[in-house]
């Protein structure tokens, strides 16, 4: 639930932002899109490493009822991670290969 609302929120702050810039580009699209999804990995990574630890330590949660934050941070965050990891070693793989 909290995902699909942050991937709606995402679409709809790049779709107006898109419609309406605040500010002259500088850099091609691409680029600030993957500096933008990095920051984004970050930030909610640490947002759920700090909602486990608060629910572990601070509302003596169970291991098992705070475990969810960790398993929210490892799907929604380390995967596109991984995939973009992925996805680079491949590019320069082939790049290096195509030489």
């Given at each position: 639930?909290?995902?699909?609302?942050?991937?709606?929120?995402?679409?709809?702050?790049f779709?107006?932002?898109?419609?309406?810039?605040?500010?002259?580009?500088?850099?091609?699209?691409?680029?600030?899109?993957?500096?933008?999804?990095?920051v984004?990995?970050?930030?909610?990574?640490?947002?759920?490493v700090?909602?486990y630890?608060?629910?572990?330590?601070?509302?003596?949660?169970?291991e098992?009822?705070?475990?969810?934050?960790?398993v929210?941070?490892?799907?929604?965050?380390?995967?596109p991670?991984?995939?973009g990891?992925v996805?680079?070693?491949?590019?320069?793989?082939?790049?290096?290969?195509?030489r």
């Open positions: 639930m909290t995902a699909g609302i942050l991937v709606v929120l995402y679409l709809a702050f779709l107006i932002e898109r419609i309406a810039p605040l500010r002259q580009a500088r850099a091609p699209l691409s680029g600030r899109l993957l500096v933008n999804a990095g984004s990995i970050a930030a909610f990574a640490t947002a759920g700090g909602a630890l608060a629910a572990r330590y601070l509302l003596d949660a169970p098992s009822a705070s475990r969810w934050a960790l929210a941070v490892l799907l929604i965050g380390g995967v991670l991984i995939a990891l996805l680079f070693g491949l590019i320069a793989w082939f790049v290096t290969w195509i």
